[in-house]
Every structure is written in structure tokens, then in C-alpha cells.
């Protein structure tokens, strides 16, 4: 195949990242925003030896499992990989890829790999999200834009309504829009390093319609920032206005600093039982419907009975760590973030918890040293909750010689989970149970929760 040849191919299955694979003549080709079962005409961008990279340019006959992307920006933004499959496919895809990366990168044979249909959305899979991250812009035309930046690019794509996002997010940005065009403040512009407004932070409380706005700024302040207040304040729910100060070259969104402009430095939201604080900087899942599923779920693996010593790594705002205080003796969280654990402690605080403590630090520092101070103290139950690149694996090994009897993983990516399970199940455990929850729906993007007994 050569750059720009036009070809016909049947998409048999599709990647982790949500491309259609497709075959002509035995050369692979993925493309995307196509659909298994789909026959479809396109274009080669890239080729290489092996495999190559494919446009579509049209669909000459639609797979079963083809619906229309509800949102017009979806091919061009890319964050709904997966927008022009029915749900229910999507949720098998999802299941799939879970399997697929337990058998070829954890190397675990099928029949020990206990997956379980994934935990899907009730009713409407879209509006989902509590939290929305928009950069602003200009367009060629000049007129100030906002949305989300397209796939492998810092170029925006302007969206004026995210629809995985809360409804009052199209108000809040156009009322930004509008204070920029009034006072003639200008967006950033990262290339020149120059202009004022990078980011809108938006966060909701989906049980208690609390609404924080922060915005990403290249400087020390806002100018007319009272006028910003005053027409932001006007919408129903909104707690909480701050400025984050990110000076730096870089693409990273939200700098160290923070000033506050008006209302708590916080809001607050509910999951189940528990209520919690949640600050502009802190790690809170995006999807609060799915997020009961996820914890009661860990909650259940972990197999509590009221004296249970846990260790919850990667705590974040202890979310994880208050659901499992409900019926352990003592629990330990750790977190790298230390806004996170004063949301933490101030969240165990509220909720009258009084059996959960939380040390900042990195988690693979931090247990290491608490075990070597502490041998004979066992931990019953460790819960672990890694970012995308799993854990270290001093910190793998250290919670196998902790000998718990059972390990809870919760992974946001379960490539990087096989890769630890294999060497958690190579230090005296084996898998029971796995248990996919769609977190994100209309992306490639699945939790797994995994729970591990020792042999």
C-alpha cells in the first residue's frame, strides 16, 4: 500500500485506542472512526511495512452495529472514540479489550482470567462527566473560541457543548467568552507564550448541584475580575470562583498557585452514604453514578468484617478509603497530592469517620518504609488505585512480602494492570474475580476492578 491509495476493506475488529482494523490483500490498515462490521472506501495517510494508518471516506455499507454520533464535533475532537457504536457494542468491545490485554500482556491463560460483563450505565449513556477542562483560543477568523483539543494536537476544536458534560457548562463558557470580548482580554496562545485565559475548569456536584469555576490563567491575576463574578454568580449552584496561576511553557493545565475569587475553596458531592469536598486540584471521578458502582464493587472484593487492617494506595481525596472505613478496623490512606489529603482528612472529618488516617507521599516510599519500621504489623487488605502507569514495583513487592490476604486493584488502565498482576501472581496470589465498570462511556477508556486472594 502507498500514501494516498484509495481501497476497500471490511473492519474486522478494532484497537485499543477504538480504530477499525481493517485488511487488503493481508496488509493491515487502521482507521479510524469506523465500527466493526463496517464496509468502508478510504485513504491511506500513512504507510509502513507491516501496517498502516487509513482515513475513512465514506461508508459504503454501515455495520449492525453502527448508530450517528449524537454530537456534530465527535470524529474531529476524538474524545468519543467510540460515539458511532451502540452502547451495547461498546460495553463488549470494552469487555474484550479487558481480556485481550490479561491474556497477551499478562500473559494469563484464558480460563484463568475471570472476567465478568461489564458494569454498564443505566439509561442514558451521555451527560455523564462532573468535571470539563475547555482551552481557549482564537480561530483564524479571530473570534475568541473555546472546546477541546483534537487527537495528537493542541489545535481546538471548537464545541460549544461538550455533551458528555454537565448542560450548564455552555452557560458558564459563554459567559466567559462574553467578559473576554467585552474587556478585551485575550486567550493564550501557546506557541507565541503570550494572552491571558488558558483553561476553564468546571466541576459539578451531580447530588447537590454545586458548581466551581476556575480559571487558567498566564498571569497574576484577571483584570475586571468583579465583573466576572458578578455575571458567574448569577447561575443557580455556582460555590465556588478561583483563578489558577500557570505561568510555565508548558502543557500541563493547572499551575501550583491558586487565588480565590469568590465563595469556598471547595464544593461538595455525595456517593452513596458519604459526603465529600472536592477542590479545584484534587482527583475526583468524573462519573459519580458509575463511581458507587466502582467503590461498592472494591468494597465487596475487599471482604470486610469489622477489624480488618487496609491500606488504600493512591487515595486521592480518600473516596476509596471512607467506603472501606465503613466496616474496617483501621485504614491507612496514601497520596502524593497534599491538597488531596487535606480534602482527605477534612472528608473523614464531615463524614464522622474516625478509623482513617493519610500520609502524603509517593505510595511506593511511603509503604516500603512504614513495613520496614512496622514488620510485624500485617495489613489484612490492600487497596491499590495507580494512575495509567500502574504501580512500582518495589511497591508490588512490598505489598506481596506485606502478605495481605487479598489485594483489591482498581485500574483505569488495564494494560498496565496486566503487566502488575503477573507479577503480584507470581509472588503467591491468583486472580478471582474481575469486574470491568464503564466509567466513560463513548470512549475506549474502561476500569477494571480485580480481586486477589493469596494462595
Not at 484464558?110 to 482564537?138: I, S
Not at 456517593?271 to 453514578?289: A, D, H
Not at 473516596?319 to 497530592?337: C, N, P
Amino acid at each position: 500500500m502507498e500514501k494516498n491509495q484509495i481501497f476497500q476493506t471490511v473492519i474486522e475488529d478494532m484497537s485499543d485506542k477504538g480504530e477499525g482494523i481493517g485488511r487488503v490483500d493481508g496488509y493491515t490498515l487502521f482507521i479510524k472512526d469506523t465500527v466493526i462490521g463496517d464496509r468502508i472506501e478510504g485513504k491511506v495517510v500513512k504507510a509502513g511495512k507491516r501496517y498502516g494508518f487509513g482515513r475513512l471516506v465514506r461508508v459504503l455499507e454501515p455495520s449492525p452495529c453502527r448508530v450517528t454520533p449524537r454530537c456534530p464535533a465527535a470524529a474531529p475532537c476524538g474524545g468519543c472514540q467510540l460515539q458511532a457504536m451502540s452502547y451495547e457494542s461498546q460495553l463488549r468491545f470494552k469487555e474484550n479489550k479487558v481480556r485481550n490485554h490479561l491474556t497477551r500482556i499478562g500473559g494469563f491463560d484464558e480460563a484463568d482470567c475471570p472476567v465478568a460483563p461489564v458494569l454498564g450505565m443505566e439509561g442514558d449513556p451521555f451527560r455523564y462527566r462532573n468535571k470539563g477542562q475547555f482551552p481557549f483560543g482564537r480561530a483564524k477568523d479571530g473570534r475568541i473560541i473555546y472546546g477541546f483539543y483534537a487527537g495528537r494536537t493542541h489545535s481546538i476544536i471548537e464545541a460549544e457543548d461538550c455533551l458528555l458534560g454537565a448542560p450548564v457548562s455552555r452557560r458558564i463558557l459563554e459567559t466567559v467568552r462574553e467578559f473576554m470580548e467585552e474587556f478585551g482580554i485575550d486567550p493564550y496562545d501557546e506557541t507565541a507564550h503570550q494572552g491571558l485565559v488558558r483553561h476553564v475548569l468546571i466541576r459539578t456536584g451531580y447530588e447537590t448541584g454545586e458548581i466551581m469555576v476556575c480559571l487558567v490563567v498566564n498571569g497574576t491575576g484577571l483584570p475586571h475580575s468583579r465583573q466576572l463574578v458578578r455575571r458567574l454568580t448569577a447561575i443557580e449552584g455556582m460555590t465556588s470562583i478561583s483563578l489558577n496561576l500557570n505561568r510555565k511553557k508548558t502543557n500541563v493545565i493547572l499551575g501550583e498557585e491558586m487565588v480565590w475569587l469568590a465563595g469556598e475553596r471547595y464544593i461538595t458531592d455525595r456517593i452513596g452514604p458519604l459526603t465529600y469536598r472536592i477542590s479545584p486540584q484534587s482527583f475526583f471521578q468524573v462519573n459519580p453514578l458509575q463511581t458507587r458502582k466502582l467503590y461498592e464493587t472494591a468494597l465487596e472484593f475487599a471482604g470486610l468484617t469489622g477489624s480488618e487492617t487496609v491500606w488504600d494506595l493512591y487515595c486521592g481525596t480518600g473516596t476509596i478509603s471512607l467506603f472501606l472505613a465503613q466496616k474496617a478496623g483501621k485504614v491507612y490512606g496514601v497520596e502524593i497530592v497534599p491538597a488531596a489529603i487535606g480534602n482527605a482528612r477534612e472528608n473523614a472529618r464531615i463524614n464522622g469517620i474516625g478509623n482513617a488516617e493519610f500520609f502524603v507521599g509517593k505510595s511506593e516510599e511511603i509503604l516500603p518504609q512504614w513495613y520496614q519500621a512496622h514488620p510485624n504489623e500485617k495489613a489484612d487488605v490492600i487497596v491499590v488505585d495507580p494512575p495509567r502507569k500502574g504501580c512500582d514495583e518495589r511497591l508490588l513487592e512490598t505489598m506481596a512480602d506485606m502478605a495481605p490476604k487479598r489485594i483489591v486493584y482498581v485500574s483505569c488502565d488495564s494494560a498496565t494492570l496486566a503487566r502488575d498482576l503477573n507479577i503480584l501472581c507470581g509472588r503467591g496470589y491468583r486472580m478471582e474475580k474481575v469486574q470491568p465498570v464503564d466509567m466513560f462511556p463513548q470512549t475506549v477508556g474502561v476500569e477494571v476492578v480485580v480481586l486477589l486472594a493469596r494462595k
